[in-house]
């Protein structure tokens, strides 16, 4: 996992467990809904236990197909740590923009690049973290749609995820007219601590992005 920005993505289990069809029809429509769009914008606020308390940031991100991304963390209306993709190579960006480390692109590094949840990852890979198949991520792990939720003036479905290895439940607050994600809320399975809050305060899709937002500058 990755800290201190970790995005809390599943990890697979040795022993399959049984499919459950609601849960599969569901995550279907939601991987048609993340890979339609050609451009998204999100602004997304996260809180995230780090050590000594919590740690709360904006996350803005962009996305353009294909495996284009660029996510910022603000506090206090400042850019305070920064990745880019041009959908060949993924750049970390220091508080100046200046690439303080570059590899080439790959789901999991860009997964790592970004420090949120299925909320925004899912743009760009979502046939990864939105899948039960084998090698995807939620491979193994228990998934079941919960009752309904009352939530920021809203009722949402609830998918639950149970990833025993991670130590960790995941509720998606999921909107039932789009299928699209606009909570994701992370806590331990022992003892029930909150460990990640991440909720979407803005979200475009198919909109104009400046292509030079996906610059990958040269170290």
């Known amino acids: ?9 599943t ?4 022993s399959p467990v049984a499919l459950n069809a609601d849960v599969e029809e569901l995550l279907a429509r939601m991987r048609t809904m993340y890979s339609s ?4 914008r999100l602004e997304v606020s996260v809180r995230q236990a780090v050590e000594g308390g919590f740690g709360e940031y904006i996350l803005k991100f962009d996305y353009a197909k294909s495996n284009k991304v660029r996510a910022e963390v603000v506090r206090n209306n400042k850019v305070e740590f920064s990745s ?3 959908g060949s190579k993924i750049a970390i960006l220091d508080a100046n923009g200046a690439a303080v480390e570059t590899k080439d692109w790959d789901f999991e590094a860009m997964a790592q690049a970004v420090p949120g949840n299925l909320e925004t990852l899912s743009f760009f890979d979502w046939n990864r973290q939105l899948s039960t198949a084998e090698g995807a991520n939620m491979h193994d792990n228990t998934l079941t749609i919960t009752k309904d939720e009352f939530w920021n003036d809203k009722t949402w479905m609830v ?9 960790v439940i995941v509720k998606y607050f999921i909107e039932k007219e789009t299928s699209l994600i606009w909570r994701t809320l992370v806590r331990s399975i022992e003892g029930s601590r909150l460990l990640q809050d991440c909720q979407v305060l803005r979200m475009e899709r198919g909109i104009e992005i400046d292509p030079n937002r996906f610059v990958v500058p040269k170290s």
């Open 1 to 9: 996992m990755f800290l201190p920005l970790l995005a809390f993505t």
């Open 11 to 14: 990890i697979s289990l040795s």
């Open 37 to 40: 769009p050609t451009t998204a």
């Open 84 to 86: 880019v993709s041009d």
């Open 159 to 167: 998918l639950e995820e149970i990833a025993p290895r991670s130590g």
